[in-house]
């Protein structure tokens, strides 16, 4: 079945340190992929995306995600976590070719220690 | 400034009551959506409009309906046949093309009490 995977539910960093959040995902062909994030009782703010070509995705606030077509992974890291970091973070797939369906994972909580 | 609106931020209702929840968009996007987001389980599409007059159902429609009479307008409704439906509701919209991403409202939260 189709799906997408964010096996980190929590993750505690501290500010300054680096941080990496997972995303796999099962589709047949290389699905378009995005980064949302979510601060406490608000909507989703979209961090970056990705379709096709640069495997290197440059996106808002510092954040970067690489497409790795043989892990089927579109991990989110940051060099440097900022305590305004704190939110959660979705990642998200349209299967390839498009479409207006977007599937969700379930989501990385990420907590900030001073 | 463009965006989408949703409103009331927060909804209490009683249980076997319909309540709609407004959701607008002045950004002149082609398409909206309804999710529903539970803590743990991420985002599921309720509906989707592409097009003024049509709509589709989601993941979980059941207990749920829509209308799309304007562009920039696409009202949920949870009617009593929802099971549970106290969550958060979030609206989103997108412009056409296959390279474009949603766009999300602030949400309301529902309670049913």
Redesign the interface.
């Known amino acids: 079945a189709q799906s997408v995977t964010q096996p980190d539910?929590h993750i505690t960093v501290s500010e300054g340190a680096s941080l990496e959040l997972r995303c796999n995902y099962s589709y047949g062909a290389t699905p378009?992929l995005?980064w949302?994030v979510q601060s406490p009782?608000?909507?989703?703010?979209?961090l970056l995306?990705y379709?096709s070509g640069d495997t290197l995705v440059q996106g808002i606030k510092g954040f970067e995600a690489e497409f790795k077509r043989s892990q089927s992974s579109f991990n989110l890291r940051k060099p440097s976590v900022h305590w305004s970091d704190a939110a959660e973070y979705?990642c998200?797939v349209v299967p390839g070719?498009?479409?207006?369906?977007?599937t969700?994972?379930?989501?990385t909580q990420l907590k900030v220690e001073l | 400034d463009g965006g989408?609106t949703q409103s009331p931020k927060y909804l209490f209702r009683k249980e076997g009551q319909n309540v709609t929840l407004s959701c607008e968009q002045n950004l002149n996007h082609d398409?909206m959506?309804w999710y529903r987001q539970d803590p743990?389980?991420?985002?599921?599409?309720i509906y989707?409009s592409?097009i003024v007059n049509d709509f589709q159902k989601?993941d979980i429609a059941e207990g749920y309906s829509v209308s799309r009479e304007k562009k920039e307008s696409f009202p949920l409704t949870v009617t009593s046949a929802q099971k549970n439906p106290t969550a958060?509701y979030?609206c989103?919209s997108?412009l056409a093309g296959?390279?474009n991403?949603?766009?999300?409202?602030?949400?309301t939260?529902l309670t049913v009490l």
Request: net charge positive; proline share 2%.
């Open positions: 539910i378009y995005f949302y009782g608000q909507g989703l703010q979209l995306k379709f979705f998200a070719g498009g479409g207006n369906k977007l969700f994972g379930t989501g | 989408i398409a959506y743990g389980q991420g985002l599921r599409l989707y592409q989601g958060f979030l989103a997108r296959a390279y991403e949603q766009f999300f409202g602030p949400g939260r």
